[in-house]
């Protein structure tokens, strides 16, 4: 049976991490067969709000966006270095 961990903590107090939850519930006689992180695949996922978006001037496809993230860095901070 799975079990959330948010259910869980609403009946009694528990440690913050997963795998000591684990750990305590398996000394008292349960098993866990395993647990599971679905958020953890959105880490690195950033929420920004898109400011303009003009036509690019070369492409009938393509445009130019200006977005905000609520950081104070630029686009070209964010590329990959060579």
Request: proline share 5%; glycine share 6%.
């Amino acid at each position: 049976m799975k079990v959330s961990l948010n259910w869980l903590r609403r009946h009694v107090d528990l440690p913050e991490n997963a795998e000591e939850v684990a750990k305590a519930l398996t000394s008292i006689g349960l098993e866990v067969e395993g647990t599971e992180e679905p958020g953890k695949v959105y880490e690195k996922l950033v929420v920004a709000k898109v400011l303009t978006c003009e036509a690019h001037p070369d492409s009938d496809h393509l445009h130019i966006t200006t977005v905000n993230d609520g950081k104070d860095c630029g686009a070209a901070d964010q590329r990959p270095s060579k």
